[in-house]
């Protein structure tokens, strides 16, 4: 994620560079140009189609930062592999397409800065500022990054100039890095520095910052195999201690990893060789030796800051160091906070005090007019017994027998003037239960005002309650009415079905009274059912008599002849249809009867000669 959001930041600068109107937009044709360059320098393979693909839709016009987001995050960020690339190519990229449009350094020849040294302070720029969009850096973070250069300098920051560049409205908020570099190239660092010096400086800062570098310089370091003293250029990081034949970097000899399991030793002089500590891991132990004591006391420091920040699973020392100085400024912003409001608060209270010492002040002038009107009744007073005494005295020279009486009356007096003493005394005790009450009305108010607020509190509560409670009535209203409905509904359902039974009653009685005559009626048709079966019966025997065969010799002699009739005689024909008829009357449709019998063997046996 930490990657991720650092080159978030280069390509922001990058888009808004392609941004030539200042619109917020950028034609399709230049952000296909900017995702080609950056799948090169970012080492990602090269997907032309879901490039063509992203932007084929049929809108021709320019993409804002928010379009653009979401095919950069897929393609590009989401693929990059940290290890795989080198960030300084992708921050060259991203320099050269927003430098050519916004840095304009000073063409009379006053600029201090290269276009490299351009280039490292606006990365040194992006590493300090924060995820914000517009990136801006914050007052404190451009004053610490000043005095780091200024310390490998070894120059006075110029506080002068930064003070008034720090009055200014546009600054006191955030600065952009291209009004920090117009700042640099003003000279605030210092005027008429040497500008390899300045960049050497600058290069050192951006290395330490941006490249992580913890510390590099020469060292002595003793083989393993000749056993031999080399001199070589030194570079810590909090990962790897790698050691260079020069200090242009080009050839690396070896890298010493630092891990848990790395310590670091001083070791006393030998073999010619002072300042002398030694680096040890789990398979090999690196002698070296510094120029002085100083360095050696500098690089075990930072070898120890190393292994430290690896032990943590920290990646960098100034990312921390960054985190931390964020924390201060938020904690600072916090107090400053809390202050303005401890200050609004202390207004407050000094205008409420200010309130009641007018109070006071008028319960005081008040307490004065009545001491003066006090003061004038008792002057009066007095002056009317001075006005007394004299005419007492004009009334003693006058009469001595009136003396008793006058003495009576200036014992009346004295008890007048004693009870007037009294009333002083009384007044006095007034005023001080009058200041008591003072104080006591003060305070009156101060918990008037507490349960005016409380009060307050509890109608808006009361009001919300009582919108709650009209709703729910609303509600309940709404919900009566519907109920009235369904009533109504289901009283008129009860009055159909009410009508509908009745009308069921009805036809019930009519069923009723309908079996009942059909029931009488079956009664009847039985009755004449068994009149026919017993005629039928008895018609049978006389049949069955008449139809017995007599033979030769059953001949009485005293019994007349009797002809039995035949089939064709009219005698049986008309027997015959007289059980037809009376079949018909007893309703017997189907010829049963109760003995079981059928008419048509009757019939069969009837047509049998005889």
């Known amino acids: 994620m930490e990657v991720r959001a650092e080159l978030l930041k280069s390509i922001w600068y990058a888009f808004t560079s392609l941004d030539t109107e200042d619109s917020g937009k950028v034609s399709k044709s230049q952000l296909k140009v900017l995702s080609h360059n950056l799948y090169s320098v970012l080492r990602i393979p090269h997907n032309q189609a879901a490039l063509e693909q992203h932007f084929s839709d049929d809108d021709d016009g320019p993409v804002s930062s928010q379009g653009y987001m979401p095919y950069l995050n897929k393609f590009i960020l989401d693929k990059v592999v940290e290890g795989t690339f080198e960030k300084e190519e992708v921050d060259a990229l991203c320099w050269t397409l927003c430098s050519k449009k916004n840095y304009r350094p000073n063409t009379n020849g006053t600029a201090v800065l290269s276009n490299k040294d351009a280039e490292f302070l606006w990365c040194l720029f992006n590493f300090l500022t924060e995820d914000k969009y517009p990136l801006v850096l914050v007052p404190e973070e451009v004053e610490y990054l000043l005095k780091k250069i200024c310390a490998v300098l070894n120059v006075e920051l110029n506080s002068v100039d930064l003070e008034e560049f720090w009055t200014q409205e546009c600054v006191r908020e955030g600065m952009s890095v291209w009004s920090f570099l117009e700042l640099v190239n003003s000279g605030v660092l210092g005027r008429g520095l040497d500008r390899e010096r300045l960049s050497s400086a600058i290069e050192d800062v951006y290395r330490e910052i941006v490249g992580n570098v913890l510390k590099e310089g020469y060292l002595w370091k003793k083989g393993h195999l000749r056993r031999n003293w080399t001199e070589r250029w030194f570079c810590l990081k909090p990962s790897s201690l790698c050691y260079y034949t020069s200090e242009d970097r080009k050839e690396c000899k070896g890298s010493i990893e630092l891990d848990n399991n790395c310590c670091v030793e001083v070791l006393p002089e030998r073999e010619g060789k002072r300042c002398m500590f030694c680096v040890k891991t789990l398979n090999k132990t690196y002698e070296m030796s510094a120029p002085d004591s100083k360095q050696r006391q500098e690089w075990t420091a930072a070898i120890q800051l190393a292994i430290r920040l690896r032990s943590e699973g920290k990646s960098s020392l100034h990312k921390e160091l960054k985190a931390r100085r964020q924390e201060v400024r938020e904690e600072r912003e916090r107090r400053r906070t809390l202050r303005e409001q401890e200050t609004q608060r202390l207004q407050d209270l000094q205008g409420e005090k200010e309130q009641k010492q007018a109070e006071l002040e008028l319960l005081k002038e008040a307490q004065k007019q009545a001491q003066a009107s006090l003061l004038q009744e008792e002057e009066r007073r007095r002056k009317q017994h001075e006005e007394l005494q004299r005419a007492l005295e004009d009334q003693l020279r006058e009469a001595e027998e009136a003396r008793a009486s006058m003495r009576e009356e200036m014992a009346l007096k004295e008890l007048e003037a004693e009870r007037q003493r009294r009333r002083i005394r009384e007044l006095e005790e007034l005023q001080q239960r009058l200041e008591e009450a003072l104080h006591q009305e003060i305070k009156a108010r101060q918990d008037e005002e507490n349960y005016r607020y409380t009060q307050a509190r509890l109608l808006a509560e009361e009001e919300e309650k009582t919108k709650a409670l009209l709703s729910l009535q609303e509600e309940q209203e709404e919900l009566l009415e519907q109920m009235q409905k369904e009533k109504r509904e289901l009283r008129r359902d009860m009055e159909e079905k009410a009508h509908a039974l009745e009308e069921a009653h009805k036809q019930l009685e009519n069923i009723r009274a309908s079996r009942h005559r059909v029931d009488q009626d079956i009664a009847a048709a039985q ?84």
Do not use: C, F
């Open 527 to 610: 009755r004449k059912q068994r009149q026919a079966s017993t005629s039928v019966k008895h018609w049978n025997v006389q049949m069955t008599r008449l139809m017995h065969p007599i033979g030769p010799g059953d001949r009485r002699a005293s019994a007349p002849a009797m002809r039995v009739p035949s089939l064709g005689d009219g005698g049986l024909l008309a027997t015959r249809g007289s059980i037809k008829e009376t079949d018909r009357h007893n309703g017997d449709g189907e010829g049963k009867r109760e003995d079981g019998e059928n008419p048509r063997v009757l019939h069969k046996t009837y047509s049998e000669p005889v």
